[in-house]
């Protein structure tokens, strides 16, 4: 068992660093008060391979494995979850449109999402329900030149941002078996969006998509008819690991900055790192983030060998936002009332991950995934 990463890993991932300490964390509480994500800012980190960098080389990317990936996402989000977002959605939408997608199609958006040139979001959350993600409504029907679209999305991240969106849209029978896949640029007619207000994660931006009679062309569609649930799924098991390092990445720094506070705060005369109450919490926080770190790569190294990985995928999902929550509520406390103010980055970082416990999936989904892995079918509502 070897825990060493390669030097071509260290490589890339040092890359990713030095892009997130000069780039990003500087900037990453002003950033909030923007609407979107820098063009140039995608630009520059496609230029350096962080975009896709497990995507084939002939679609644009470096043909790395999963953990290069990851890497690459935590040492971006140490700097910015929120930018991380970018690298999460290239690896995730390049990977369906690289395996599903018609081959010219795919060279040409995901060569665009690799460069940072292009956003694809993920259109799946509709207004009846989020986590039911089988039983859809919006519709797609087979007409003599291709498809046409009715109904609305919702919960899209990067909604105003995005150029494009990989659609799931029902084209058979009630059920994941009537779901289809569909590649859909957002400069078609008859598509319409809104934005949503919400309390973290604001340059990342949600909100609904609307289709009114949008006509897209056969070329359009990913996969066959029917199997496009099951696609994008597969999908998540891989993008709920590298989750699991975007918001670990935050609650790391944040404990370090609690660790360097604790020996330069002083109260009755001593450093506050020298009383138990302070450092007990803080070398809890430093074990569980350790195991949470261990278990999302132990998840992608899972996926590069090939073998199953849904369960462990799960439990990055449900246990490393949570932890990384509460680790930095601990760290916020400890700062005292500096840590209760705006002026300090552990209150924007508490409302960012907190995102990340509702959407791709909320903690009691993943748990019922990972009941039914271990005894099958009876673990599965009516």
């Known amino acids: 068992m070897d825990f060493a990463f390669t030097e071509d890993q260290e490589q890339i991932g040092a890359t990713a660093r030095r892009f997130a300490d000069e780039k990003l964390a500087p900037f990453y509480q002003a950033r909030e008060k923007e609407t979107s994500i820098s063009r140039d800012l995608m630009r520059e980190m496609g230029s350096l391979g962080l975009i896709g960098v497990d995507l084939p080389e002939a679609f644009g990317g470096l043909s790395s494995d999963s953990i290069t990936a990851g890497l690459v996402m935590e040492n971006i989000a140490s700097g910015d979850m929120n930018v991380a977002y970018v690298q999460l959605l290239g690896s995730l939408m390049g990977s369906i449109l690289c395996r599903y997608a018609p081959r010219e199609l795919a060279k040409e958006v995901v060569g665009d999402i690799c460069a940072g040139k292009s956003l694809v979001a993920l259109g799946?959350?509709?207004p009846r329900g989020g986590s039911d993600a089988g039983n859809l409504i919006l519709k797609a029907e087979r007409d003599n030149k291709g498809y046409v679209l009715n109904g609305e999305k919702t919960s899209i991240s990067l909604v105003a941002q995005a150029d494009s969106i990989i659609l799931l849209a029902r084209t058979g029978n009630a059920g994941a078996s009537g779901v289809t896949g569909f590649f859909v640029p957002f400069d078609l007619p008859g598509i319409s969006r809104t934005t949503f207000t919400d309390l973290g994660s604001k340059i990342i931006g949600r909100g609904s998509v609307f289709f009114d009679n949008v006509r897209i062309p056969a070329e359009?569609?990913?996969?066959?008819?029917?199997?496009?649930?099951?696609?994008?799924m597969q999908g998540f098991d891989y993008s709920r690991a590298l989750i699991g390092l975007q918001v670990l990445a935050p609650a790391w720094e944040s404990l370090q900055e609690t660790w360097k506070y604790a020996t330069e705060r002083?109260?009755?005369?001593h450093p506050i790192a020298k009383f138990?109450?302070?450092?007990e919490p803080l070398a809890e926080a430093e074990t569980l983030l350790t195991a949470c770190r261990l278990l999302c790569y132990r998840t992608l190294w899972l996926r590069d060998q090939q073998k199953p990985h849904t369960s462990e995928a799960a439990m990055c999902k449900w246990w490393v936002p949570k932890t990384s929550f509460e680790t930095i509520h601990r760290c916020l406390l400890t700062h005292g009332h500096g840590g209760w103010s705006m002026d300090l980055p552990h209150q924007q970082r508490l409302r960012d991950v907190m995102g990340l416990q509702i959407g791709d999936g909320t903690e009691q989904i993943q748990k019922m995934i990972i009941a039914r892995e271990r005894v099958g079918r009876v673990a599965v509502p009516y």
Request: hydrophobic share 35%.
């Open 124 to 126: 799946l959350t509709e």
């Open 220 to 232: 359009y569609k990913i996969g066959d008819e029917g199997a496009g649930f099951r696609q994008v």
């Open 266 to 269: 002083k109260a009755f005369g």
């Open 276 to 279: 138990q109450g302070v450092t």
